[in-house]
């Protein structure tokens, strides 16, 4: 069973940096991806960032050249470092795990997820 814990959330102000962290256990899988999401009230989850298994980084395009997915194997944790945030970057992200091959930015083809922590940007 998968588990995944984020941390690292917080309150800043526009233009500032937050480094969200995943901890993942029961990584049992030979080939998974891993990525972020999030979800601000009223609208749906989106993806924003994941690893796919080929080690290649994709973002969305509303998060690109701002965020950095990495991950550290040693340590099983996954990162989001978040700079440059805008109001419009407020919401509770989400760090999801997929047993697949390959990558992906929606949300349909990951099977665990973590309990959320909120980031919350003032202007």
């Known amino acids: 069973q998968v588990q995944l814990v984020e941390s690292g959330g917080g309150s800043v102000q526009a233009g500032g940096s937050l480094r969200l962290s995943c901890a993942a256990s029961?990584?049992?899988?030979?080939?998974?991806?891993m990525g972020w999401f999030r979800q601000a009230p009223g609208k749906e989850r989106e993806g924003v960032a994941v690893?796919?298994?080929?080690?290649?980084?994709r973002y969305a395009d509303s998060v690109k050249g701002r965020f950095t997915i990495s991950q550290d194997n040693v340590k099983n944790t996954l990162y989001l470092q978040m700079n440059s945030l805008k109001p419009e970057d407020t919401a509770m992200y989400y760090c999801?795990?997929?047993?697949?091959?390959?990558?992906?930015?929606?949300?349909?083809?990951?099977?665990?997820w973590g309990q959320g922590t909120q980031v919350t940007v003032s202007s």
């Open positions: 029961g990584l049992t899988y030979s080939d998974y991806f």
């Open positions: 999801a795990f997929s047993n697949r091959r390959g990558w992906s930015l929606n949300r349909y083809f990951y099977n665990y």
């Open positions: 690893i796919g298994t080929d080690g290649i980084t």
